[in-house]
């Protein structure tokens, strides 16, 4: 069963930066894709960011190009996503994901989901 655990989430100020770590667990997931979607009050979930496990491969939404960036730790089974500048319209429930089908993460919708982490951007 795949687990994915976020931390990190908080209020910030704008102009500010956070970092938000997902622990995975329950595969390997050196064939898989993990990344970050957000949920903002009253809109869709949409992508952020994702990483391809066996390239370290990166792809960013238009709104994060610039000023997040997401990494993946191979020993600890970690995908970190760190945002910079931040901005009042980065307020959402961030969510980690996962998926074995690479473009279901980058484009689709993904099977695994966290629980999610709160981002507030005050201005």
């Known amino acids: 069963q795949v687990q994915l655990v976020e931390s990190g989430g908080g209020l910030v100020q704008v102009g500010g930066s956070l970092r938000l770590s997902c622990a995975a667990s329950g595969r390997t997931f050196t064939t898989y894709a993990l990344g970050w979607f957000r949920q903002a009050p009253g809109k869709e979930r949409e992508f952020v960011a994702g990483?391809?496990?066996?390239?370290?491969?990166?792809h960013y939404a238009d709104s994060a190009k610039g000023r997040f960036t997401i990494s993946r730790d191979n020993v600890k089974s970690t995908v970190d996503l760190q945002m910079n500048n931040l901005k009042p319209e980065d307020t959402a429930v961030y969510y980690c994901v996962a998926d074995p089908r690479i473009p279901a993460v980058l484009y689709g919708t993904p099977h695994y989901w966290g629980q999610g982490t709160q981002v507030t951007v005050s201005s």
């Open positions: 990483i391809v496990w066996s390239d370290g491969s990166t």
